[in-house]
């Protein structure tokens, strides 16, 4: 976990000292960290996270809990879900959001839309098929 965590803090710093970008394999793609408060330590967290802007809504972004297609959703989900709100970062400006889980036919567009942008989301689903479904995250500014 040592390892994850001092790649996280890597691209975090790398993140705001570019104002929103990072280089390396994720140069160029659209990077936000999540601020989330552990469900049951109460310790906050910061992660790095691949998104997709809307395409019609400015103050909305999607967020998918692939865990790089681990059979767990990943803990972020869970404290996000949990609270129903958190903080973002993206590009220079740092905001509130209120959560809000997708399901169905949304759910299943907006996926779709981001494997057909970043191969490696239809290698995670393929990873989770039959165990479990990855979340996809509307997260709205408040």
């Known amino acids: 976990m040592a390892e994850r965590d001092d790649w996280n803090a890597k691209i975090i710093e790398e993140f705001r000292a570019n104002r929103g970008q990072v280089g ?3 140069a ?3 990077i936000t960290l999540i601020h989330h408060t552990g469900r049951q330590s109460g310790r906050e967290y910061v992660n790095p996270i691949l ?3 809307d395409d019609s809504d400015p103050d909305t972004i999607y967020v998918f809990a692939t865990h790089a ?3 767990d959703h990943p803990q972020w ?3 996000l879900t949990a609270a129903g709100s958190g903080i973002v970062e993206v590009g220079a400006d740092t905001y509130r959001v209120t959560v809000a889980e997708l399901k ?3 759910r299943d567009r907006l996926f779709a839309e981001q494997a057909k942008r970043f191969e490696r989301f239809s290698d995670y689903e393929s990873k989770t098929e039959g ?3 990855i979340p996809v995250l509307a997260l709205h500014r408040s």
């Open 51 to 53: 998104y997709l802007p």
């Open 24 to 26: 390396g394999k994720y």
């Open 131 to 133: 165990i479990r479904t």
């Open 28 to 30: 160029g793609e659209p």
């Open 77 to 79: 989900y869970r404290n």
């Open 69 to 71: 297609g681990a059979a």
């Open 104 to 106: 169905g036919a949304e």
